[in-house]
């Protein structure tokens, strides 16, 4: 009894020393196949072979793929059924959480982003200008104005010009305390001294009864193309020069015509705006030189224009006075002779736009 319990141990631990050779002997293979699979290059033996049955399992895994995908839904479907109405108003909270924080956050980088073109528009012309927001609009079938949430009490006045990131709105007709009331330059009582930048061309860009832009007083003889870039011209003092005002969608001449009919598509639009800069200050290299001047001068039109601008301070200071066309004044009752003409931004013109008025 005592020799045969001796040979079954004998044997257990013959097996057991044997059964560990085939995991030793598969280990050692391991690290060798391993050690040749990373040394050898992507086109070697072992990543060929590995490249073939990728291959060829590849048709079997898509069919267990596509197997399995109802099963892993009806699994989703019943985990969303068995859910507690708890979980699912905790996560109906968290949804809604996540989208007001997506939707602020989008806000917040919109405005972001026109705050730094105002930046870049203020940085590119140099201006002294001081930010505002729109916080109201009137646009109907006599004005094409909007309110913004600043007035005297930030230093703003009337004729201080108005611009967005695009270009040129308008300008400041009325001031309050807190607020102001902009004209936009599509008003049809709206003029702004103007010029192309191409071809240096002059002309007067006024607002239109149907809210469109027409560069006036361009003779024919000038260079106007369409796809033209019409900027301000600084004559008068009113808008600094080289601000963006539009770009030319039309240009006609009819016979015997001395000047074009240029249509303009504007640059800025308040629409889609909310935040915008009121220049309240210009430079010397902001207005217009006295050759800018001279060739405005050099059409009657333009000789107007380049005067009526400077003019207009003057004409708002109380003094009783108007300067006629010959620069004379009016030394009657102190009305205004000329009571039947518009009041134009930087201009004064009568209603057929024919005659204009220094």
């Known amino acids: 009894m005592p020799r045969s319990s001796g040979r079954y141990k004998q044997t257990l631990t013959k097996r057991q020393s044997t059964g560990f050779r085939p995991l030793i002997a598969f280990c050692v293979i391991s690290l060798l196949v391993l050690t040749f699979y990373l040394r050898e290059g992507s086109t070697g033996p072992f990543h060929t072979l590995r490249a073939g049955v990728t291959t060829i399992t590849y048709p079997l895994r898509m069919v267990g793929s596509a197997v399995a995908t109802p099963f892993n839904a009806l699994g989703n479907i019943a985990g969303n059924l068995t859910a507690s109405e708890e979980t699912l108003a905790d996560l109906k909270a ?12 989008t806000e917040a980088q919109e405005t972001a982003d026109r705050l730094n073109k105002l930046l870049d528009l203020q940085d590119t012309y140099k201006l002294e200008s001081v ?88 003779p024919s003889d000038a260079q106007v193309e369409v796809g033209d870039i019409v900027v301000t011209s600084g004559i008068g003092g009113v808008y600094p020069k080289g601000l963006p005002l539009g770009r030319v969608s039309s240009v006609e001449k009819l016979d015997n015509d001395l000047y074009y009919t240029i249509v303009v598509e504007a640059a800025s639009s308040v629409e889609n705006q909310e935040e915008v800069l009121v220049i309240t200050s210009l430079t010397e290299e902001q207005t217009a030189t006295s050759e800018d001047i001279e060739a405005a001068n050099d059409n009657p039109e333009g000789e ?34 000329y009571s039947d003409e518009e009041y134009y931004d930087d201009t004064y013109y009568d209603e057929s736009y024919d005659e204009e008025v220094s």
Request: aromatic share 2%; hydrophobic share 30%; charged share 20%.
């Open 304 to 337: 107007g224009a380049a005067s009526d601008e400077s003019s207009d301070s003057s004409d708002e200071s109380g003094d009783g006075t108007d300067d006629s066309a010959d620069g004379s004044t009016d030394e009657g009752t102190g009305d205004d002779e």
């Open 94 to 105: 968290q949804n809604e959480e996540l989208t007001a924080q997506v939707a602020a956050l």
């Open 131 to 218: 930010a505002a927001r729109i916080i109201g609009t009137t646009g109907d079938a006599w004005t094409q104005t909007v309110t913004i949430d600043k007035g005297s009490l930030n230093g703003f006045d009337v004729n201080m010009p108005v611009t967005n990131s695009s270009g040129v709105i308008g300008q400041i007709i009325e001031v309050s305390p807190t607020s102001s009331v902009v004209r936009l330059i599509n008003d049809d009582s709206s003029g702004v001294s103007a010029l192309v930048q191409s071809s240096r061309a002059q002309g007067m860009l006024e607002g239109q009864p149907d809210g469109s832009l027409r560069l006036n007083y361009v």
